[in-house]
């Protein structure tokens, strides 16, 4: 007599699909939860007829479930940070609206320390963010900034 | 308890584009009871009465097609329209495709051969045996009728014993009288109590 067949998918997927969302929101948050749930059923629906052992279907989809998690974590790192603009022309006027004439003296910077004040300080963005918009290191980052301050305070002087 | 229908129907469509929803299943309410409805991209595969145990149902499945098995209405919806139709006296003739991959090769001669006997006629084992060039085959013909695989679309009611006395059939006698009586057109009102055990 041959070994039981796998049950049909849809039992499994009827079984789990709650407690591996409810998994997902927690790892990945509410907003990604349901990509990385239809990627892991996809990838569990797709290995199915190859999977030997159907006693611990649980453990399984969790272990599916944890890989696509870090995946979406990865993704996230490496997802270009969102920068006010990279391109210094074009954000000429997002510069704050201020009277004083520094954003005219910042507007006179070399293109890199201008680059790298706008964002620091108009754009508000960390160092890692920087560098990143920048594509360049981040002490490269503080470097520029540093001498754009200290060339605007000579100015201004 | 499961998830929101908008995530399975999202997970079905996503399944379907990626060629991974190898059997669609649904079921259906018709005169001869609830009827378990299997469909690969092929074609219709299957037809369970409700005398058929379920699981011992998506079990043979599972084994000689796929266990990638998921309740997908949709695939199914031409063959309920055209099972609904026929169940109503408005449609003789099945046009929906069908996937034979049940059945080995002397079974499937046989139910294609049995598929050509016309709405309201009837054939005998040994005329539907000498049609498939097995003419001392009757009793194979009748093993293979009674593992059709989709019953009422592969009209096996309509193979009788020579003699006109009924015969057998997997869904049980009482269905196979209802199908000859619904196409050789005895008045509906005589039909009730339609079968479904």
């Given amino acids: 007599m041959k070994s039981t067949a796998l049950p049909p998918f849809q039992s499994v997927f009827d079984e789990h699909a709650q407690a591996l969302l409810t998994f997902l929101t927690g790892a990945v948050g509410s907003s990604e939860a349901e990509d990385c749930f239809q990627e892991t059923m996809l990838s569990a629906l797709r290995a199915y007829p190859r999977l030997g052992d159907a006693s611990n279907l649980r453990g399984w989809l969790f272990t599916i479930a944890r890989r696509k998690a870090t995946d979406t974590h990865r993704a996230r790192a490496r997802r270009p940070v969102p920068v006010a603009d990279p391109d210094p022309g074009a954000a000429l006027d997002r510069y704050p609206d201020t009277d004083d004439g520094l954003w005219d003296q910042v507007r006179g910077l070399p293109v890199k320390q201008r680059k790298a004040v706008v964002l620091r300080f108009a754009g508000d963005r960390s160092y890692p963010e920087i560098a990143a918009a920048m594509s360049t290191t981040q002490d490269s980052a503080r470097q520029s900034v540093h001498e754009g301050l200290k060339k605007l305070r000579r100015e201004l002087r | ?197």
């Fill in chain 2, 1 to 197: 308890m499961t998830v929101d229908q908008a995530v399975t129907t999202r997970f079905l469509e996503r399944a379907e584009a990626k060629g991974l929803l190898d059997v669609a299943v649904t079921t259906m309410d018709s005169p001869l009871g609830t009827l378990l409805l299997m469909a690969t991209p092929k074609g219709l595969v299957r037809i369970a009465f409700e005398s058929e145990n379920r699981e011992d149902v998506f079990d043979e499945v599972a084994r000689q097609l796929s266990p990638r098995i998921l309740e997908a209405p949709r695939r199914l919806d031409p063959v309920r329209r055209e099972l609904d139709r026929y169940f109503a006296g408005t449609l003789r003739d099945f046009e929906v495709p069908i996937d034979w991959s049940l059945s080995g090769s002397f079974a499937r001669k046989v139910l294609r051969r049995t598929a050509r006997i016309p709405y309201g006629s009837v054939a005998s084992y040994g005329e539907v045996a000498v049609g498939v060039g097995s003419p001392r085959g009757a009793r194979a013909v009748g093993n293979a009728l009674g593992s059709n695989p989709i019953p009422v679309v592969v009209p096996c009611h309509r193979v009788v014993l020579t003699g006109g006395a009924i015969g057998g059939y997997g869904g049980g006698l009482p269905r196979k009288r209802w199908l000859l009586a619904l196409e050789t057109g005895v008045p509906a009102t005589s039909r009730e109590g339609a079968p479904t055990g």
